[in-house]
């Protein structure tokens, strides 16, 4: 793909279970055609998505806040220049709660200056128990106005059929699906089902041949390949 248009600067959140170090790369592969600077990743640890106590079911309030924090500390460095959220997996959900300025388990935050979302691989359907917390409440609340405010494009990679009786790659992609879509006999990109990525509203890109989660010599929405694939969304 060509170079991104956008001199936006840029906030990055990680997926649900995953930490701030993992998107680096990511960062790296954007500074290709955005100063550095202009790119953040919002600081997460496994312990926002669990809690301590665990609490699974208060992660969306806790990466919120964190969220918040670092797109005030960008508005503040760039005034007056509109923001672009790039989020992976669940954290797409996340974003979305965070930027409908609607109360969430008693959270709710202010207008900004984030103008685009752009998710990788977010299921805005699930029958999982806390992926459903956030789908359900995006579902209801959502409305069509809002994306008068915020452009969202959401990324889905055609990367595996999920097969009972497959690989061990296909079976594992099956058991993935299942849990989030109900039903395993599938394609998506080895974790959320392509289906789950649609919303009303967004607009919805397909891309192939990269996996959802970073693993050892294979791309991911956050490997360089992976961003070539998708950064002229921006």
């Known amino acids: 793909m060509a170079e991104t248009s956008s001199r936006n600067p840029i906030v990055i959140v990680a997926g649900t279970g995953l930490w701030s170090g993992l998107f680096e790369e990511m960062k790296a592969a954007l500074a290709k055609t955005l100063p550095s600077e202009k790119i953040a990743v919002v600081p997460i640890s496994p312990l926002e998505w669990l809690g301590f106590p665990p609490s699974p079911e208060r992660s969306t309030s806790r990466v919120m806040k964190r969220l918040h924090e670092t797109v005030v500390r960008v508005e503040q460095t760039f005034p007056n220049e509109d923001i672009s959220l790039v989020a992976h997996s669940g954290g797409g959900t996340v974003a979305l709660i965070y930027l409908m300025r609607q109360a969430f388990m008693g959270d709710v935050y202010p207008k900004t200056s984030v103008k685009k979302l752009l998710t990788l691989g977010t299921p805005f359907q699930s029958v999982e128990r806390y992926g459903k917390l956030k789908s359900d409440f995006i579902a209801a609340n959502l409305k069509k106005e ?89």
């Open 146 to 234: 809002f994306f008068e405010q915020v452009a969202v494009v959401s990324i889905a990679s055609k990367m595996r059929e999920g097969k009972l009786n497959g690989s061990v790659a296909e079976r594992g992609a099956f058991e993935f699906y299942k849990q989030t879509l109900g039903r395993g006999d599938v394609w998506g990109d080895g974790v959320v089902p392509l289906d789950c990525c649609r919303l009303d509203g967004a607009t919805y890109i397909e891309i192939n041949g990269v996996e959802h989660l970073p693993s050892p010599f294979a791309e991911w929405y956050g490997s360089r390949r992976g961003v070539d694939l998708w950064r002229d969304c921006l």
